[in-house]
Nanobody
Framework: QVQLVESGGGTVQPGGSLRLSCAVS????????MGWFRQPPGTEREFVGV???????TYADFVKGRFTISRDNAKNMVYLQMTSLKPEDTAVYYC???????????????WGQGTQVTVSS
């Protein structure tokens, strides 16, 4: 059974930065690709980025150059470093685990509870 707990959300001004963390309780954490998704108010959940089992990353176009995903296999942790934040980045952010590297949320069976990020002046 895989359990995920996000932390690090909060309110930040436009142009600011935040780092989200995801603690993963799982056997063989290294066997999972770890994705980040977000759900802005009133919209569907959308893909943000994913880090593969070997550390490769893929990002949604709207976060390229601003967000960075990393993982620490020794600590069972995944991170989402967000910079140059915009009001449209306001959303609940979720981390998720999958045995495959995927951008489709339907391929992720394990999800955290989410953490709110608000970008506002």
């Amino acid at each position: 059974q895989v359990q995920l707990v996000e932390s690090g959300g909060g309110t930040v001004q436009p142009g600011g930065s935040l780092r989200l963390s995801c603690a993963v309780s799982a056997r063989a954490f290294v066997n999972y690709a770890m994705g980040w998704f977000r759900q802005p108010p009133g919209t569907e959940r959308e893909f943000v980025g994913v880090v593969s089992r070997t550390g490769g990353t893929t990002y949604a176009d709207f976060v390229k150059g601003r967000f960075t995903i990393s993982r620490d296999n020794a600590k069972n942790m995944v991170y989402l470093q967000m910079t140059s934040l915009k009001p449209e980045d306001t959303a609940v952010y979720y981390c998720a685990a999958s045995p495959v590297t995927a951008t489709d949320a339907r391929l992720y069976a394990n999800w955290g509870q989410g953490t709110q990020v608000t970008v506002s002046s």
